[in-house]
């Protein structure tokens, strides 16, 4: 059978870019995933064990090729000693293991940071495609296809509608739960030939490579949670993690991720020097027109026009969801949208909610607060209260 992986490009573009800033900032530091199951699959992940150890050996069997590190070498962003950094990496398969705890399944990488964060989407789309292969294909796919040509005709009818001041645009987000990858390129394909105007790029760095589309994505909670080890105060860790990227990237990559302890405390952190340099945010938890509202009341209390930036929206979209918050927000703000599940792994049969997070950073564990319950995750009870007291987060 086909190995699921097919390139090392084929991850996440924040990916690449947390990567840089953190082989830059902090080369030294270790980190801890682990891999959770958010929902009841249909059935137990822990019978995908040998499968996904034989998908792991593969994993670590491959190097990027000169072509793909010429690919990335050419973004404005990535800088030539991350490059040359690339064509040496290969995953150790000493930093991950998977065991079994009955019906559950445990994965857990452990190493040096800038060797075990990659493993997570990697991780996350084999199991994924390993659990999906037990369901029948056929039915799967004649679903999926007529569902995304339903997509396509609610946008085209869309099109009908009065002009806003900023134009719809939403991106593809769904590399790690995706049903496989030929539907993956299917889906990509599709979209960046009937709807244009609106299809405007894909997080899967290898699709946008292979497709000439462009690649899309800044960072992900890993990053700001990594901060929470990294010797600041833990009440800085936010305007630390920021300034890092600032410094970094230097106007490249300008949207900033907001849940890592709650938009509220986030806003705190978010001064006028940040709101002037980063070009927008992201919502990834609780809901998004409150979210959003907050926002644009921070922009106004900074005397910011916020014409001039993007909210991006991410948090288990779909076009229907989409297009809503579009109409609500579209004559004040920019907009993007980045649709994962929903756009590829759409079929008759229920999707399983699966993650894999940074748990521990340098020895200490670390934490997310999201805006919504379900989304926080840490191994230490006492620490993430401790954190909440911090932050005034509510439990």
Known sequence: MKPVVRSLLETDLYKFTMWQALLHSHP????????????????????????????????????FTEHEVAYLRALRFI???????????????????????????????????????GYEIFVLYIVNELYFRRFDQAVAMAEARRRLRQKIDELRAFGEEAPRANPFEFFDFGVRRRFSGEWHDEVVQTLARELPVYFKGTSNVYLAYRFNLVPIGTMAHEYLQAHQAFGTRLVDFQSAALENWVQEYRGDLGTA??????????????????????????????????????????????????????????????????????????DRVMTGFGIGTKLTNDTPFPSINIVMKLVRCNGQPV???????????????????????VFNHPL
Not at 111 to 116: D, E, K, T
Not at 266 to 287: N, P, V
Not at 367 to 389: F, H, M, N, W
């Open 28 to 63: 030294g530091a270790t980190g801890e995933y682990e891999f959770r199951c958010r929902n009841e699959p249909a059935y137990p992940l822990a019978e995908l064990k040998d499968d996904i150890e034989r998908e792991l050996d593969h994993l670590c069997s491959m190097m």
């Open 79 to 117: 800088k030539g000693d991350f490059a040359d950094f690339l064509t040496l990496f290969r995953f150790q398969r000493k930093f991950i293991e998977v065991t079994t705890d009955g019906p559950h399944l445990r994965i857990r990488a452990s190493g040096p940071l800038v060797h075990v964060m």
């Open 367 to 389: 934490a997310k607060l999201s805006d919504e319950p379900g989304k926080s995750q840490c191994t230490d009870v006492t620490y993430i209260a401790y954190l909440r007291q």
């Open 257 to 330: 991720l907001t849940d890592v302890v709650g938009m509220d405390a986030f806003l705190a952190d978010f001064d006028l020097y940040f709101a002037k340099l980063f070009d927008g945010l992201r919502h990834d938890s609780g809901d998004p027109v409150v979210w959003g509202e907050k926002a644009l009341a921070h922009y106004a209390r900074l005397r910011i026009n916020a014409r001039t930036k993007r909210l991006v929206f991410s948090d288990a979209l779909t076009i229907p969801k989409a297009l809503s918050l579009y109409r609500h927000f579209a």
